[in-house]
């Protein structure tokens, strides 16, 4: 990344400096580089002068200008100047950006990725929805950000692995056999007695038929609590199936699936209870067993089992994520809905009692769906007069537009969702003008093809390219890997669905005022090569995203 080289620049110089004894500070800072605030100033900027100020007993201008005497000034460095109290700026030459076009039309479809590997072994799990119905749009946000967020740390030179937390122990789990159970025996002509705690969506009528369909009565001479913990085994897995594949309609995969059952059958859940109280995290009181997290932070200490006997969910999370820090995790991100908001101070608690490294649980709380058609809140499936589920909403917009959509706006935001702007082919739709930005490119790229201009702008001579529609397209290219990689370290996939805009909109700016193919043929070759730098860009984080890159549209 430029800023990368930037900085080394500035850091080289204040080597210089300091061997000389020209600047007399013990240690030196990490040198930073970003945009300045006014674009007046030039490209980049660096406070290093400022920071240093103090320690140097001199003012931050004479730093400045000491390191500036020293800096190198490679050919994609137009010049470097001083400014406000200190400063230092760097304009670029168009060298760089031709630079960058070269580097795109290179590392093809490894531009934007880091070169060097973090050593990081991040663990991202999300969605985690229980096993005991369809998946809500809800669901589906979760399932766009994390796998995204996965890509952009693989990307970022990370080692990633994406795990889904299947909840199959419990009381709902009980439930929701019980559920099942009873409608099988409607279906069959008993009278429905549903449980008080049972589930009542039209899902589990769905489920109870397919079990007619296959068996019939098979089961009907077995007592109500029989069914139910037959039916709970085999409808989970229904369940559980149903969420693969839907996920996967979202190109959404998982390296492993964890059940939570296996916690308490390994005996794992029973060793990490015991590891708390034998630590001192723990305690009995009102004949439950209770932690400590007001040691940590927590407003109050948390049950981790019951006067029953009975362990908590929050119990089975502990042990859960210490199952995650022993395989060897560097960095452990959960992404959670909204409600889930008062459990994370006990949770870091948790982990703090664990002996986990601090930081090394991060967790991600996002916001609500709504949807809407055509500017009118939809609350209700039109088949079932319930919810609206993901599946459904699949089906009716595409993967594509499900996933941009998801991911235009950060995860501490509430997000509405338009059905029919999702599924218009319009410059408003914000993911066909990007993917039509692509499928118009390809179509140029072909044209030139057929004519015999050299293909994608091979021996291209990109000097030729200074036209201001030329450059500022050059410039958001160039952008492609600083944007990347901010994205990843800020936890923020949004930011891709923004930078797709930008580019879409300077190309569409550049094909308009540039003529790609004309009787100039250098111009044509070098202009082609942009093009073909602008396709692969698209591409590339498009794939970031999960959304597809069309070559026709």
């Not at 809500?136 to 995204?148: F, I, P, Q, T, Y």
């Not at 499928?439 to 702008?457: K, Q, T, V, Y």
């Not at 879409?504 to 308009?512: E, K, S």
């Not at 790609?516 to 591409?539: F, H, N, P, W």
Request: proline share 3%; with cysteine; net charge negative.
């Amino acid at each position: 990344m430029i800023e990368h080289k930037l900085a080394r620049l500035v850091d080289d110089a204040l080597g210089r400096a300091v061997e000389s004894g020209r600047l007399k500070i013990a240690r030196r800072p990490i040198v930073e580089i970003a945009r300045p605030h006014e674009k007046g100033h030039g490209d980049w900027a660096s406070n290093v002068a400022l920071i240093l100020a103090k320690e140097a007993g001199v003012g931050p201008r004479v730093i400045a200008d000491i390191i500036l005497d020293r800096i190198e000034r490679p050919p994609y460095v137009a010049d470097v100047t001083i400014a406000g109290p200190g400063f230092i700026n760097f304009r670029l030459s168009n060298t760089w950006l031709y630079e960058a076009l070269t580097a795109i039309r290179t590392q093809r479809d490894r531009y934007g990725w880091s070169e060097l590997p973090t050593g990081e072994r991040i663990q991202v799990e999300f969605v985690s929805a229980n096993p005991v119905g369809p998946m809500h749009v809800g669901h589906g946000r979760w399932a766009a950000v994390g796998d995204s967020l996965a890509r952009l740390l693989l990307a970022a030179g990370s080692e990633v692995q994406r795990e889904f937390y299947i909840n199959d122990w419990g009381n709902q789990m009980l439930n929701f056999g019980a559920s099942v159970a009873a409608r099988y025996r409607e279906l069959l002509g008993a009278p429905l007695e549903l449980p008080e705690d049972g589930y009542r969506g039209h899902y589990i009528i769905d489920i109870a038929q397919e079990i007619v369909d296959k068996d019939g009565d098979k089961y009907l001479d077995l007592g109500f609590e029989q069914q139910g913990k037959l039916f709970s085994a085999r409808a989970y897995k229904q369940v559980l199936e149903h969420i693969k594949k839907t996920l996967e309609a979202m190109d959404v995969t998982f390296d492993c699936w964890f059940s939570e059952r296996a916690l308490h059958d390994s005996g794992e859940l029973d060793e990490t209870l015991a590891l708390l109280e034998a630590g001192g995290y723990s305690y009995r009181a009102d004949g439950a067993l209770w932690l400590r997290t007001t040691d940590f932070g927590d407003d109050k200490d948390r049950v981790l089992v019951r006067e029953n006997g009975e362990p908590t969910y929050f119990a089975a999370d502990i042990a859960y994520h210490r199952d995650k820090i022993r395989r060897g995790y560097t960095k452990l991100i959960d992404i959670w809905g909204a409600d889930h908001h008062g459990y994370v101070a006990r949770m870091q608690a948790a982990m703090a009692a664990l002996g986990a490294e601090p930081g090394s649980l991060e967790i991600i709380i996002g916001q609500l769906v709504s949807l809407y058609s055509g500017g009118r809140p939809i609350k209700m499936s039109k088949r079932t007069g319930e919810m609206v589920t993901l599946e459904e909403l699949l089906a009716e917009v595409g993967k594509d537009a499900v996933r941009y959509f998801f991911l235009m706006r950060g995860t501490d935001t509430a997000l509405d969702f338009d059905i029919e702007l999702a599924k218009s082919e319009t410059a408003e739709n914000p993911v066909y003008y990007v993917q039509y930005a692509h499928a118009r490119i390809c179509s140029i790229l072909r044209h030139a093809a057929e004519n015999d201009l050299a293909p994608a702008g091979t021996g291209a001579d990109l000097a030729l390219l200074d036209h201001q529609a030329e450059l500022a397209l050059l410039r958001e290219l160039a952008e492609a890997p600083s944007v990347i990689m901010r994205a990843a370290a800020n936890r923020a996939p949004y930011r891709l669905t923004k930078y797709l805009q930008d580019v879409a909109g300077l190309f569409h700016q550049f094909y308009h005022q540039c003529r790609v193919v004309s009787d100039d043929e250098k111009l044509s070759v070098a202009r082609l090569a942009l093009c073909d730098g602008t396709r692969q860009v698209i591409k590339n984080v498009l794939w970031l995203i999960g959304v597809s890159a069309p070559e026709k549209m």
